[in-house]
């Protein structure tokens, strides 16, 4: 029980990562991305300018968003270089339970269930680099060698370029790897409670029609999602009263979820705001 409920928690709202699979590491093929998902981002069903597929691979899962942001890349690139702000994007997701940053390293807790006494939840320790911030180019990572239940190097890559009329795009990649254990772990997982859970992008059941994707994919469609949505809400307010500041994110990303109830969608504002205040004020401290 104690490995499915890790699972489940994993699927929800585990972390970022870099894949192990290829990404895209420089300016120019982030242009290129973007012109080849020009069409797409302008005419979809997610009511923004938004891609998002997931591959599956034996033994690594890999979520990417690619999104046009409303947000000036000067404002992006210098706004998420920033080890703390990370601490800001990654304790919206409704399973994360702290999120603290000292020095180079983000020590990051996430629970089983959504109340889950952080004391009690599974830590996970990434690295932080940034690799270029340039006037054209923005790129940082995030890495944890180690997860729960068999699974492990947990890596991110945030990358972005600036666009015309005061825009970025940007490119969000997040995967893990697993070995035996995770995968039978989540195996029970989506048999079960996740048995129902979809995600965002199109494939075709056994009789060749459209569904949307499920599995370990739509896991991690779903989580990806998650964390693209806390970055766009982390960047909306940076222009709003410090004091402010973190009562603007938390109603923002809830209402963003919302929006995609059938697969975001776990508890009602005021559980999830209740719950979110208090965890934002536990992040100021470091714990043990």
């Known amino acids: 029980m104690k490995s499915f409920r890790w699972l489940a928690a994993l699927a929800a709202a585990s972390a970022f990562a870099l894949p192990a699979l290829p990404v895209h590491a ?24 938004l891609h998002i597929d997931s591959t599956e691979s034996p033994n690594v899962l890999q979520g990417d968003v690619y999104a046009v942001l409303d947000h000036p890349f000067v404002k992006v690139s210098q706004a998420l270089k920033e080890p703390a702000a990370w601490c800001d994007i990654m304790i919206l997701p409704f399973n994360t339970k702290y999120c603290h940053a000292g020095g180079d390293q983000l020590q990051v807790r996430i629970g089983r269930k959504y109340n889950q006494p952080a004391e009690q939840a599974f830590k996970l320790s990434f690295g932080f680099r940034n690799q270029i911030v340039g006037k054209d180019y923005f790129e940082t990572r995030l890495n944890a060698p180690e997860g729960p239940i068999g699974t492990r190097d947990y890596r991110i890559t945030v990358s972005a370029i600036p666009l015309e009329a005061g825009k970025t795009f940007l490119h969000l990649s997040y995967s893990y790897g697993y070995g035996t254990v995770g995968r039978m772990a989540m195996q029970t997982y989506l048999s079960t409670a996740g048995a129902s859970k979809v995600g965002f992008s199109m494939s075709k059941d056994a009789n060749g029609q459209p569904v949307l994707t499920g599995g ?41 979820t919302e929006r995609y109830p059938k697969q975001l969608h776990e508890m009602d504002r005021s559980t999830y705001v209740t719950m979110k205040r208090q965890e934002y004020e536990r992040q100021q401290t470091a714990m043990n």
Request: no cysteine; aromatic share 10%.
């Open 26 to 49: 420089d300016a120019a093929s982030l242009r290129a991305r973007h012109a080849d998902l020009r069409d797409e981002l302008r005419n979809n069903n997610y009511q923004r300018a």
């Open 216 to 256: 370990v994919r739509g896991a991690v469609e779903r989580n990806a999602m998650r964390y693209y949505l806390a970055i766009d809400s982390y960047l909306e307010t940076l222009d709003a009263p410090a004091d402010q500041r973190n009562e603007k994110r938390i109603q923002s990303w809830f209402s963003a």
